[in-house]
């Protein structure tokens, strides 16, 4: 008796602790809701062998799941604001990173040299044009680029840029008319659940994840890029708090069936 409600409490907690993450990052720029899958535990059966005369021993909490579905549009106006819109994770890379990382967080903006970064600095990844044509991205991640505008190798300053819906970027210097700078990368996983969460909204790519399909936006399987948006969170915060109110009261029962099954021992041992 002791060990079923226990596990009932146990699973309440997880519930409540994913949730309060999803709260709390409603408003962060291309963050993912989580939910967990709960199990009835049956002594020594499988599921597809549990008959319903069986009496359960506790529920199990399973793997926590990611949700992918698409979060709402924020117009910014930035030129360098830029949101996926279906399918793709950009491709990322902090400065002391061996590898890549992949984020929704379109939010991007140019440092001193010219290199496109996100929010928490990471470079982001791409193929750069030759003699004014733009490049395939291929499939080899090791061969993309950090994507940067020569504003240090031009006289004039930089008078325009603009990202494309697909992903080619454009950008002007002085008076002279847009040419073709580099192309931003996107990449899908078989798996994408299985992308490790680094904060940020940026995720490290795993075995789990299975294999990564590299291609630029528009692409078959692809989504596009709006420019001058950025992703924002796909929490549904009145769902979330209904989540918390039934979680609450999961764990307030199982509480007071726990301290009522500790009088009924108590009263039986006087």
Do not use: C, W
């Not at 996100?118 to 080899?140: H, I, N, Y």
């Amino acid at each position: 008796m002791f060990s079923v409600v226990k596990s009932g409490m146990d699973t309440a907690l997880q519930e409540l602790s994913i949730i309060s993450n999803n709260i709390s990052n409603a408003n962060s720029t291309g963050f993912k809701k989580s939910s967990v899958a709960f199990s009835e535990l049956f002594n020594g059966s499988s599921a597809e062998g549990v008959k319903s005369s069986l009496v359960g021993k506790g529920v199990h909490a399973d793997d926590t799941r990611r949700s992918d579905a698409q979060g709402s549009l924020k117009e910014m106006g930035g030129a360098l604001d830029t949101a996926v819109v279906g399918n793709g994770y950009f491709m990322t890379q902090r400065a002391d990173q061996i590898g890549y990382s992949v984020t929704r967080n379109g939010g991007f903006s140019l440092d001193a040299e010219g290199f496109l970064q996100t929010q928490d600095g990471a470079f982001v990844l791409g193929t750069s044009a030759v003699d004014g044509e733009f490049v395939d991205v291929g499939q080899d991640p090791t061969a993309l680029q950090r994507i940067q505008i020569p504003i240090t190798a031009n006289e004039d300053p930089l008078s325009n840029i603009s990202v494309e819906n697909d992903g080619n970027i454009f950008a002007a210097f002085g008076k002279t008319g847009d040419q073709p700078i580099a192309t931003i990368s996107l990449s899908i996983f078989s798996n994408p659940n299985g992308l490790r969460q680094l904060g940020s909204g940026a995720y490290a790519p795993t075995n789990d994840a299975g294999k990564v399909f590299l291609g630029k936006p528009t692409a078959p399987g692809f989504g596009n890029l709006a420019s001058g948006f950025i992703e924002g969170s796909n929490v549904d915060i009145t769902n979330e708090m209904t989540n918390m109110i039934r979680a609450q009261q999961q764990f307030s029962g199982a509480a007071k069936i726990m301290q009522a099954n500790s009088d009924m021992i108590e009263k039986l041992t006087r």
